[in-house]
């Protein structure tokens, strides 16, 4: 694919894509929009890609949204204006939502507005201590619109939504992880170390057992308990089928041998 806003690279089952406009923080516009739709789906089927890491080109990893490319240039198009909105709240949602890949992102610098959707969007995240978050809208006379305030709704304590999105106060990676926006922040010198680890021990797990895992936990969050144990009743059924019962066979059956111990290891590491 030939790509302006974005750079792929692809090694040891884990595809790395980098938002790639450096000289605008990596703001989003929508023709990165348009190709992040095409990225997405074009990895989610790739048998080579197990896990899909979100970064930024230089020392940023996203300011939000292209404020003129997306506010102002199409102020006057409302029809192309709602369909590059969808789009941007499609793949930054759903898509990231429910990706049957593992999915992290990395944040590297500024992460604002609308890239909070994109660590929302992503099963884990991790940070540079000196990243900086933040909403600024409030500071110019707007809201955390599109799918951020949902983005905030489903991460944050209320306190911490609202404070930072009434104040537009920014705050660094090490508070992103004390109120539970990012799992984890760590020195910039060790961020892409630390990610490609936990990537690289995410492409080593059964990947329908991941995908399963993900789809339990996403789609219960919209369930009663009792809708909830009948879904994963069936997707335990699914899985049986997904893997020719290796659940059973080689996960609990080598472990009934001796071979490893599945709460300390991961099936494969211990075996002889």
């Not at 884990?124 to 955390?144: H, R, Y």
Request: glycine share 8%; hydrophobic share 40%.
């Amino acid at each position: 694919m030939e790509l302006e806003t974005l750079k792929i690279a692809k090694a040891d089952g884990i595809a790395t894509v980098t938002l790639n406009r450096p000289n605008k923080r990596n703001c989003m516009s929508p023709q990165l929009h348009q190709e992040m739709t095409e990225v997405l789906a074009k990895l989610r089927y790739d048998d080579e890609v197990r896990v899909v890491i979100i970064t930024g080109a230089g020392d940023n990893f996203c300011a939000g949204m292209d404020l003129k490319e997306f506010f102002i240039a199409l102020k006057d198009k409302p029809a192309e204006y709602e369909r590059v909105w969808r789009q941007a709240a499609e793949w930054r949602g759903r898509t990231l939502r429910y990706y049957p890949k593992a999915t992290i992102a990395m944040i590297n610098g500024y992460c604002f507005g609308g890239a909070f959707s994109i660590v929302e969007g992503c099963d884990l995240a991790i940070a540079a201590e000196d990243a900086t978050f933040g909403l600024s809208e409030i500071n110019f006379k707007l809201f955390p619109g599109g799918t951020v305030s949902k983005s905030l709704a489903n991460l944050l304590r209320p306190r911490d939504a609202l404070w930072y999105g009434m104040t537009g106060r920014p705050f660094d990676g090490k508070t992103a992880a004390q109120i539970g926006l990012i799992n984890l922040a760590v020195p910039r010198a060790e961020l892409l170390e630390t990610t490609m680890q936990v990537a690289r021990e995410l492409a080593s797990k059964d990947p329908h057992a991941m995908k399963a895992t993900k789809d339990g936990y996403r789609m219960s969050l919209e369930m009663s308990w009792d809708a909830a144990c009948s879904y994963s009743f069936a997707k335990e059924q699914e899985l049986v089928v997904a893997q020719g019962d290796a659940w059973r066979k080689e996960g609990i059956g080598d472990f009934l041998q001796g071979k490893y111990r599945p709460g300390l290891e991961s099936h494969g590491a211990g075996a002889a």
